[in-house]
């Protein structure tokens, strides 16, 4: 299970990327890229963004974050997205 501060780190990261999404105009929205690299974040982010952003999930429901392989494919996507979320050990 989840320990109470790494709980309490993670909701404070969605509540900046919330407020963050929130403050943009819809026509910063429209160019938006997001990257996340588990399908939590992803969802959480297409909440969010809705349509006005492209999001990208590094991984399956199925699959752990910490080892996805850092191909440059995947690292030029980090590259180009405008927010990143990635978050566990050694993640961020």
Known sequence: MFSSDK????????????VTL???SGS???N???FACEPEWGALAKEIAGSKASIYV?????????YIRARPSLIA?????NLVFCTGASLE
């Open 7 to 18: 709980l309490k780190r993670q909701m404070q990261l969605a509540s900046v990327a919330l």
């Open 22 to 24: 929130t403050l943009w």
């Open 28 to 30: 910063a929205l429209a």
């Open 32 to 34: 938006l890229k997001i």
């Open 58 to 66: 590094a991984t399956g429901p199925d699959q752990d974050a910490h």
């Open 77 to 81: 996507k980090i590259r180009r997205a």
